[in-house]
């Protein structure tokens, strides 16, 4: 995949971010962090400073604390992780291990999804490099009692391992599925252990902020959505890519950017995200306004919607982890539901049933893939009423 | 001396700060870290669950417990949310109950199955929750065809998986409660499922058959095999002489079925109600429970004797108690190559068949062919242990058909039979005459209480009374998970009885000697104690160890009332100990050397005495190591 846009990560000094952390003592590091504002690049928006002072102060039985890199980048029309481990690995690397120094931790694990196995000997590379370095091993970089170290663990392919807790079950060798918060990973993640897991992106800006202060990041973006994103652009645009933008650009810039003027709604999110119309095209990507972990699908004036819902729900049909009941045995109802749209023999009073059980699923799922599974198809009622409902039999 | 090996999925103790929580307007002080659910039950709400069991960690996956927590956006299930801060909750709030609504209906949809013609219609929680929240038609759909083969191959347990909604309470009861993992779930999404190790039927797989997962399921998905048509053609027989013989476990517990609370005891309306069934004699098994104690105890006696005073060095110490065909079958996959420590006793209910089959048929000049043989057991795996080939080995089965507790009362029910309002009558002889301390076989603990009454009577000749007030050997009493305790054989020691006299001199060498004697329940701790003993750990020094397979003993038994829990096995427990207690009340023999009808046995026909050539031929039995994954096996 072509990366669009100059990345600012790939100008960032090397291990700059590393030097000026271990200059600082842990719970600064994590204060700069705070100032930041940076928030998880995964989707959710987690703040990370708060996520790291959380694990730096959980108690720690047995003193070990862990770093874990959610590398199991699965969400349909996301790529930017994949990019960012080719051109930047050192500062995805050298983010964890300013995570290890901020929270105390010994031991690191990037868990790298299964389809990305290509990408792991160069990775290994990397690791063997900063190794010799004196960047990752023992007392790092002269830092006495500073050790960590990082291993790179693959998925098997479920999409369900990408959310964090099903993520830390699938290293601890069970099946992946998503455990029940509380607690959360902060107080008792891999091993019972505090784990801070984060999303590539987010590790990889960590040096940067760490090397060109946080009030560099907090220029950049929205108040509430500091710092540039990346973004995977895909679909019906003239050049799909990674770009990068400061927080705040318009899905109307990205389009013009990418080659996708003429789209008719965009995906904003993936196939978890929600449907937008060209109306609201003049709308903000940040967490304010239209969140994404990154992935922007357009769609162009011949696509049928109610095909694309049809897709995202075989998906989750297939890639629920079959846990809970509302994720289990709904996405299936809602995949029939689509499928009768289609048909045009829903009715109106059918299609109400299938909204409140979407609702019942967003609210009542255990985790993030049954509560968001039903985004798309409730987006596509609520704002291409007319478009979908035209099919319905009065 | 009692030790505890804590279970390891347990949390340690709550810290002792207060939390308030206002549930439903109710204000309620609870300890931080308890449970909306738990928080809830303690005011007097009641919130629905499936997933959730007292027995066993939660999980939260059917999320029908779902309530409002001020400042939740999403609806949270109460029973994995743990009250750590002040909070207000909501439990049926018009948005809980239409959210639960739809719940319900996603579990229909892919439960396939006719209410009316299932075990459990009018015990299926699923049933009861479609009622209390007014499911008038399948809103999601209903599947109107099976899509899975239905495992009914086994003795013991009927598995369909079409009625399964993964509430996991089976796969979590096998792993938590008995480490076996028979039971363990497949595929994902909305092709996930329960099985088993490649998908073979229980009946090939490490399952013991102990039935806690049948107990614990909240539908028909897991059911025990139901014998009770061919028990019921048996009875209409005129030419065949059909006799039952009952454990004491369900006679505390089958008052539950007639709506008694837990508890409750039906011993003597129970007898009335079999004969008006139409069985020609009801017996007691507590009397071959006495029969055990002898053959056991004996057994014990020899073990020892060749240990600490032969000096041999292969001597299988500690032995095992048999009388759980749970255990034993755990046993015999998991420790094959600790089938030695294991009694060669059979257990008390096939004692009790191959006696009948022979002594009470012949005395009574019967066909062993036209007797049949029926057993009321609080167990599942006793209808796998009646099938075993070894133990049909006379050419007759030992026991024909084992009706557990739950089958016992359908026919009573369909019988129009009131039990609780059944006068009360005594056993039938030959073998009525009971003592407590068969009757206790019926609570953890309780074979060891009667070894260890029988065996200090024995021994000093004093009476066991001295040494503990009314015989009540209270340190192996209790549900901890283990139980261990050292007594000292007292330096006066008595004569040895007639009865064993060919076997030992005296009692000088066991003069001083500390016993050390454990009780386990639940296989999963049984499976961390033999691994001690394999270690060389504190458990490889006892001498003696009851294991029961299941939770609390055969109170806990898979074949018992459903549902179970720590309180009920509790109040099961205290009734079958009162049933003991009657006994010395009455003046009666609480000691099973004491009872008549075993002294009569031993006079008339094991007139080589316990441990002897014909007792070898009729109460005893070998086992079979089995495989780690699946049950075949090589007979010993």
């Known amino acids: 995949m072509i990366v669009r846009t100059p990345l600012t990560l790939a100008a960032v000094q090397p291990d700059s971010g590393l030097h000026a952390a271990l200059g600082q003592a842990p719970a600064e590091v994590i204060e700069e962090l705070a100032r930041s504002g940076i928030r998880g690049r995964g989707g959710a928006g987690f703040r990370t400073g708060l996520k790291w002072r959380l694990a730096a102060e959980a108690p720690a039985p047995d003193g070990r604390r862990h770093v874990v890199c959610n590398a199991d980048e699965g969400e349909p029309g996301n790529f930017k992780d994949r990019a960012l481990l080719r051109v930047v690995p050192d500062l995805v690397f050298e983010g964890m291990t300013i995570g290890a120094w901020s929270i105390g931790a010994t031991s690191g694990v990037v868990y790298l999804r299964g389809e990305y196995v290509y990408l792991r000997q160069g990775l290994e590379d990397c690791l063997a490099r900063r190794r010799k370095a004196g960047l990752l091993g023992n007392n790092i970089l002269g830092t006495p009692g500073f050790d960590f170290d990082i291993d790179i663990r693959l998925g098997s392919g479920a999409y369900i391992c990408g959310e964090e807790t099903a993520l830390l079950e699938s290293l601890e060798g069970r099946r992946g599925e998503p455990r029940n918060r509380l607690p959360y990973p902060v107080v008792r993640g891999l091993h019972q252990a505090p784990t801070i897991v984060n999303n590539v992106e987010t590790f990889a800006w ?30 019906d645009v003239e050049r799909p890519g990674v770009y990068e933008f400061p927080f705040g650009v318009t899905i109307g810039e990205l389009l013009e950017a990418s080659g996708g003027e003429d789209a008719h709604a965009v995906v904003g999110g993936g196939a978890s995200g929600v449907c937008i119309p060209a109306t609201d095209f003049n709308r903000a990507i940040s967490y304010e306004e239209v969140s994404t972990g990154g992935a922007i699908i357009a769609l162009g004036p011949h696509r049928d919607l109610l095909d694309v819902a049809e897709n995202f729900l075989e998906f989750f049909v297939d890639e629920s982890c079959g846990q809970c009941t509302p994720c289990r045995l709904g996405n299936p109802v809602l995949l029939e539901g689509v499928r009768s749209l289609k048909r045009g023999d829903c009715t109106a009073k059918r299609l109400g049933e299938l909204q409140h059980l979407g609702h019942t699923m967003q609210a009542t799922a255990k985790c993030g893939l049954g509560q968001t599974s039903p985004n798309f198809f409730l987006s596509l009622v609520d704002r291409f009423g007319p478009e979908i409902l035209d099919r319905v039999p009065v | ?30 300890g931080s870290g308890t449970t909306i659910l738990e928080a809830a039950r303690a005011c007097g709400v009641r919130i629905p669950t499936l997933c959730h069991h007292p027995d066993l960690a939660d999980v939260g996956v059917c999320r029908v417990c779902v309530v409002e927590v001020a400042g939740q956006v999403n609806l949270q299930p109460s029973c994995v949310f743990p009250i750590t801060q002040p909070l207000e909750v909501n439990t049926h709030s018009p ?63 009927v598995f369909d998986p079409d009625k399964c909604i993964l509430c996991l309470r089976c796969v979590r009861t096998c792993a938590e409660l008995q480490d076996v993992r028979a039971l ?27 039935g806690q997962c049948v107990n614990r399921c909240p539908t028909g998905a897991l059911t025990a095999v139901d014998v009770t048509a061919p028990v019921r053609a048996a009875l209409e027989d005129q030419r065949k002489h059909v006799v039952i013989q009952t454990a004491p476990a369900p006679r505390a517990a089958l008052g539950e079925e007639f709506g008694l609370p837990p508890g409750t005891p039906v011993t003597w309306q129970l007898n009335t109600a079999l004969r008006e069934l139409g069985f020609d004699k009801v017996f007691d098994t507590t009397f071959a429970a006495d029969l055990t104690i002898m053959e056991e105890g004996v057994e014990l006696i020899e073990r020892l004797y060749h240990a600490l005073v032969l000096g041999e060095p292969d001597v299988a110490l500690p032995m095992f108690t048999s009388c759980s065909p749970g255990w034993v079958k755990f046993l015999e996959h998991a420790f094959p190559d600790y089938l030695p420590h294991l009694s060669t006793c059979k257990s008390p209910q096939q004692m009790f068949g191959a006696l009948i089959k022979t002594w009470y048929a012949e005395r009574n000049d019967f ?63 030959p073998f009525g005459t009971a003592t407590g301390s068969g009757v206790i076989f019926g609570a953890t603990g309780g074979v060891m209480e ?43 020691v008595g004569p040895v009885p007639p009865l064993i006299a060919h076997l030992v001199h005296d009692w000088n060498w066991l003069r001083g000697v500390t016993l050390r004697v454990a009780v386990v329940h639940g296989t999963a701790t049984a499976r961390r104690v033999v691994e001690d003993i394999r270690a060389g750990g504190h458990f490889a020094g006892c001498h003696f160890i009851e294991f029961m397979a299941c939770p609390g003993g055969c109170l806990g038994g898979g074949g018992q009332p459903i549902p179970t829990s720590l309180e009920i096995r509790k109040t099961r427990a205290q009734a079958i100990y009162a049933e003991d207690a009657a006994y010395g009340e009455a003046g009666h023999a609480r000691k099973s050397h004491e009872n008549p009808a075993v002294q009569r046995l031993y006079a008339e026909l094991l007139t080589d005495g316990p441990g002897g050539a014909i007792s070898h031929r009729l109460l005893h039995t070998g086992y079979t190591a089995r495989g780690t994954f699946v049950a075949t096996g090589q007979r010993e």
């Not at chain 2, 190790?197 to 102990?210: K, T």
């Open chain 2, 1 to 30: 001396m009692t030790i505890s090996i804590p279970r390891s999925a347990q949390a340690p103790a709550a810290v002792a700060a207060t939390v308030r929580a206002t549930i439903n307007g109710h204000e309620v002080e609870v």
């Open chain 2, 367 to 429: 066909d062993p062919a036209d007797v049949v043989s029926v057993a009321l057991m609080p167990c599942v795996a006793k209808k796998f242990e009646a099938a075993r080939p070894e133990l049909t080995d006379s050419g007759f089965a030992d026991v024909d058909f084992v009706l557990t507790a739950r089958e016992l009362a359908k026919m009573l029910h369909q019988q129009g039979i009131d039990l609780p309002a059944e006068p009360r009558s005594d056993f039938d002889d």
């Open chain 2, 450 to 492: 009667a070894a260890l009454r029988t065996l200090l009577e024995l021994v000093t000749g004093e009476p066991v009374e001295d040494l503990y007030a009314h015989a009540d050997i209270t340190p192996v009493r209790g549900f901890d998970d283990v139980r261990l305790v050292e007594l000292t054989i007292p330096d006066a």
């Open chain 2, 95 to 157: 948005r809980v109950a239409a959210a639960r609504r739809d719940i319900i209906d996603l579990l229909l949809s892919e439960h396939y199955g006719d209410c009316r013609t299932c075990a459990r219609n009018g015990t299926c929680e699923l049933q009861d929750l479609a009622a209390e929240y007014g499911v008038d038609h399948y809103r999601f759909g209903q599947r109107t065809e099976p899509v899975f083969d239905r495992d009914d191959t086994g003795p013991s347990i």
């Open chain 1, 206 to 235: 960590v040096p940067a902020i760490l090397a060109r202060g946080a009030s560099w990041f907090v220029g950049i973006g929205t108040p509430g959505s500091t710092g540039p994103k990346l973004l995977s652009v895909s679909g």
């Open chain 2, 184 to 210: 363990g779930v497949a595929g994902r999404g909305a092709g996930v499922r329960v099985t088993t190790f490649a998908d073979l039927p229980l009946s090939s797989e490490f399952c013991i058959n102990c």
